[in-house]
């Protein structure tokens, strides 16, 4: 299964299921998101975003839902993806994988940081 | 106008990527373009656009895009089943590439093959390296053992004996001897021709046997005698149908012959072309005659229609008197007479 690519997760992928994790949204929207939740130093580019997007939809770790919430004037359909509850727990397993890590950062004295 | 400039880059993605997400990408862009103004701003823009690409493009060639052109498909035709052909599918750039490497590799078997078939040809690449092993010691016994069972092959296939090449030897003191009965037509024979020449090249002397040859086509003649010169030579053509065959096509790529001693071995019976031969080698001084006066032939045999002989004069020098030789001996002792002056010949060098 193409679960494989997502082995180890890139972050992209894990950034992109992150900015679904409160809401759904459409593609500019979660690279908004994704800009915000980096502080600007993660833009992900048309061609990063839609292929992560779609290893993320092949690995059915997101999920496309119908748009029709977002049909203001003039806007054309847009696509809006929401997480899937195995996508949440794989967020949360790499969340925990990184946390670990980050425990043994912390330890070693190589990462300072009081908080997280 | 920028909007097109990224639609063009799309373009570099796949057709399945494009179908799916190129309305959207093209939306995000419009969406930034919108948002970030200012030229600064701009410019950083398309700097990530190009980051993205080189990062993006592999992703979207690895992605199958399996699960959602399949929903799509059923979204379209909304139960109804249709038959997704496809004919009707864009080529993906990838399948192009992959098919043009293949086709290359394939070529390049190919190429592999038919040298490897070459080496194994009797008349080709190969007679160089057979030459090598009857005319010295310097390769190795598996080498010579190769070159004989080539030889042999030679002999059986009897490509010689259809060339009119009656005989092909080494005789003693690495001297190469040619009897030939015809010179042959270069349009079936060449490869042979040129054969026997490159096999020529590994002696130190050359005896030409004309004493039994009734004549042949005078490009052949031409040709053979190309071998022995280092430089183009006026060539003497009485059948000659344009000027490029009054003049020799000299050097020959890989002949060595053009410093070797060459004897022309003739009798009364040496006829036309074989007297074509031996009379441009005589006064080119390039070979030494041995044996009796040519048959003194008319070019009775031509088959050039009269029209196309316009350069040539009707009658060639030797009608009616022959060549005369240098060395004046009966064709009968010819040959021994010829081996004596090819020993002293090479002796002398």
């Not at chain 2, 130190?204 to 030579?233: N, S």
Request: hydrophobic share 40%; charged share 25%.
């Amino acid at each position: 299964m193409p679960r494989r690519k997502l082995d180890p997760l890139p972050t992209a992928a894990f950034q992109i299921m992150l900015s679904l994790a409160d809401g759904d949204l459409h593609g500019y929207a979660i690279m908004r998101q994704v800009e915000a939740q980096t502080n600007g130093r993660m833009r992900l580019g048309p061609g990063t975003l839609y292929s992560s997007i779609q290893a993320v939809l092949e690995a059915g770790l997101i999920e496309e839902v119908d748009g029709s919430s977002d049909q203001e004037a003039g806007h054309e359909r847009r696509r809006y993806y929401r997480l899937t509850s195995s996508g949440r727990k794989l967020a949360r397993t790499e969340a925990e994988r990184l946390a670990d890590l980050l425990r043994v950062a912390r330890v070693k004295k190589i990462f300072r940081g009081e908080y997280v | 106008m920028s909007e097109k400039i990224y639609s063009l880059l799309l373009r570099l993605y796949p057709a399945r990527f494009r179908q799916q997400y190129g309305a959207e990408a093209l939306q995000l862009f419009r969406d930034r373009l919108r948002d970030e103004r200012g030229l600064l701003r701009k410019l950083l823009l398309w700097i990530d656009l190009l980051i993205d690409f080189a990062s993006g493009i592999p992703q979207a060639y690895r992605n199958t895009y399996t699960t959602t052109t399949a929903t799509q498909a059923w979204q379209t035709v909304s139960g109804l089943p249709t038959f997704r052909t496809l004919e009707e599918e864009p080529l993906r750039p990838g399948s192009v590439v992959m098919g043009g490497l293949f086709g290359i590799a394939t070529l390049a078997l190919f190429i592999l093959v038919m040298n490897h078939a070459a080496a194994y040809h009797p008349f080709s690449g190969s007679i160089v390296r057979l030459g090598a092993a009857p005319a010295g010691s310097r390769s190795s016994p598996d080498v010579q053992a190769v070159a004989e069972k080539l030889e042999e092959q030679i002999q059986s296939s009897n490509q010689l004996q259809k060339c009119s090449f009656e005989k092909l030897e080494m005789h003693p003191g690495n001297i190469g001897y040619v009897k030939l009965t015809w010179f042959p037509d270069p349009a079936s024979c060449r490869a042979v021709a040129d054969a026997v020449m490159q096999r020529l090249n590994e002696t130190d002397a050359v005896i030409f046997d004309l004493r039994d040859t009734r004549g042949g086509y005078p490009e052949m003649v031409r040709l053979m005698a190309d071998w022995f010169f280092d430089h183009p030579v006026a060539w003497y053509n009485p059948r000659a149908a344009s000027p490029e065959q009054l003049v020799t096509d000299s050097p020959v790529p890989g002949s060595r012959l053009a410093d070797k001693p060459v004897f022309v071995l003739t009798s009364s019976r040496t006829f036309s072309g074989a007297e074509q031969f031996a009379y441009n080698l005589k006064t080119l001084k390039r070979a030494t005659i041995v044996g009796e006066t040519t048959s003194g032939a008319t070019h009775a045999g031509t088959r050039t229609p009269p029209s196309q002989i316009a350069l040539s004069e009707p009658k060639p020098i030797w009608e009616g008197t022959g060549v005369q030789p240098d060395v004046r001996v009966d064709a009968d002792d010819a040959l021994r007479t010829g081996e004596d002056l090819a020993l002293g010949a090479i002796r002398k060098k």
